[in-house]
Structure formats: C-alpha cells, structure tokens
C-alpha cells in the first residue's frame, strides 16, 4: 500500500491510500478521488511534508520506491552515525548529564561527549539550554 498525501483544487488537504501508484493515477484520471470536505474531485497529490525538523523547505515528491522505509539503509546510517560518535567523542558513561552541563557551563575542557542519561536528566538538560543529541541504537541490538 502507498499514502499519498492529497489536495482538491480548494486547497483541502487529506490522506489516500493505493495499492500503488498505477491506482492513483487511474482513479484520478476517472475522477473518482473526492475530497471528503468539500466533495471536489479534482484531486491531484499534495507535496510530501518533511518527516522531520520545522524546515519550510518542501523536499521533492519521494518516489514510489522511497515511499517504503529502507530499513537496510537507516541500520547503515545508523551504525555510520555510531561510528562517527564513538570515533570523535569521549565516552563518559553515566557521568554524561554531569559533564554536559560542566561544558556548557565552561567548567570542563569543550569536547564531544557521549554517554547514559535517563529520559529525565535528558530533559533536564535540554531545558537548561545545554545542546544534547540521541544516539541512535546499535543496530545489533535490534534484532
Ligand atoms: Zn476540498
């Protein structure tokens, strides 16, 4: 199945689902697409939203293959990412929270730092403007 994200001509916004792109391009062609607000059946797919971040930038529409989550790539990144950390970062264990905010403070030496922290010190710190990341899991751990 795909989700296509959907928009009438009056600019209504709302969710499609197709077994695949062939489908929605038939059914639009017939007009058989309506839109449940204001019943117009000139439905054309709206641009995707970004995932994430607040950007206003609109990413070009992804295509049918990248509608499905790879999840062979996001391990991959992952594990890069990790890699990354683990090269270019101090390990300082449960100790993190402690040593963030020291830096941020500039009472401890400025470095990369990775570490444990509960969801709550976590937060703690995000509140306290310190600049904090997760990182992801490792992808061994997944299986
Ligand atoms: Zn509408």
Same mark, same amino acid.
């Given at each position: 199945?795909?989700?296509? /994200? *959907?928009v009438?001509?009056? @600019?209504?916004?709302?969710? $499609?689902?197709?077994?695949?792109?062939?489908v929605f391009?038939? %059914?639009a062609? !017939?007009?058989?697409?309506?839109?449940?607000?204001? @019943?117009?059946t000139?439905?054309?797919?709206a641009?995707?939203?970004?995932?994430i971040?607040?950007?206003? #930038?609109? +990413?070009?529409e +992804?295509?049918? %293959?990248?509608? %499905? &989550?790879?999840?062979? !790539?996001i391990? %991959?990144?992952?594990? $890069?990412?990790?890699?990354?950390?683990?090269?270019n970062a #101090?390990?300082? $264990?449960?100790?993190? +929270?402690?040593?963030? /905010? !020291?830096?941020?403070? @500039?009472?401890? #030496?400025?470095?990369?730092?990775y570490? #444990?922290?509960t *969801?709550?010190e976590a937060?703690e710190?995000?509140?306290? $403007?310190?600049e904090?990341? &997760?990182? &992801?899991?490792?992808p061994?751990? *997944?299986n």
């Amino acid at each position: 199945m795909i989700i296509y /994200r *959907l928009v009438c001509s009056s @600019g209504h916004e709302f969710e $499609g689902w197709f077994t695949n792109s062939a489908v929605f391009d038939e %059914q639009a062609a !017939k007009h058989v697409l309506d839109c449940p607000v204001c @019943g117009d059946t000139d439905v054309t797919k709206a641009i995707m939203a970004p995932a994430i971040g607040k950007s206003t #930038e609109r +990413p070009p529409e +992804p295509s049918v %293959q990248n509608a %499905q &989550p790879d999840h062979g !790539k996001i391990r %991959q990144f992952m594990a $890069g990412y990790r890699k990354f950390i683990e090269a270019n970062a #101090e390990y300082v $264990g449960t100790k993190f +929270p402690e040593e963030a /905010r !020291k830096i941020h403070y @500039g009472e401890a #030496e400025e470095r990369h730092i990775y570490g #444990e922290s509960t *969801l709550k010190e976590a937060r703690e710190l995000v509140e306290e $403007g310190v600049e904090i990341a &997760p990182v &992801p899991p490792d992808p061994e751990d *997944l299986n």
